[in-house]
């Protein structure tokens, strides 16, 4: 697989990750007010799982953003940070993401890949 393939892939990994996040915020949001009106608001104590969540959707639009022009500088450490973060929403319950993340950051580290970056000038 050459680098454009591998950059392709990456950007449909986080968008689809974007997506996933969207769906789990969007489901801990709707579970943290109907479990903090439930029991009287020890439910809300999970008001930091959708933080979570929107956090790494809006960090992957950014990176399907950033690999959609490749034209931005900064979009390794960006890729990285969403890569991480992807990883982190295994708390929330969202194992596609994580899994998206682990196979971001093997592609991430890939020489190839790395020297195509610093070529393009976006490392």
Excluded: H
């Excluded at 903090?36 to 969540?53: D, Y």
């Excluded at 993340?101 to 020297?115: C, D, H, R, Y």
């Amino acid at each position: 697989m050459n680098n454009n393939e591998q950059l392709n892939l990456l950007k449909i990994f986080f968008l689809i990750s974007g997506i996933l996040n969207i769906l789990f915020a969007v489901s801990w949001i709707f579970y943290t007010i109907i479990g903090g009106l439930i029991t009287c608001g020890i439910g809300c104590l999970f008001g930091a799982f959708p933080v979570i969540s929107i956090i790494a959707c809006v960090m992957d639009f950014i990176v399907y953003n950033k690999l959609n022009r490749l034209d931005r500088t900064g979009t390794y450490s960006s890729l990285q940070f969403a890569a991480v973060f992807d990883i982190i929403t295994i708390l929330t319950g969202n194992v596609a993401s994580m899994i998206f993340g682990i196979v971001a950051l093997v592609f991430m580290n890939n020489e190839e890949v790395k020297k195509f970056m610093v070529d393009k000038g976006i490392y």
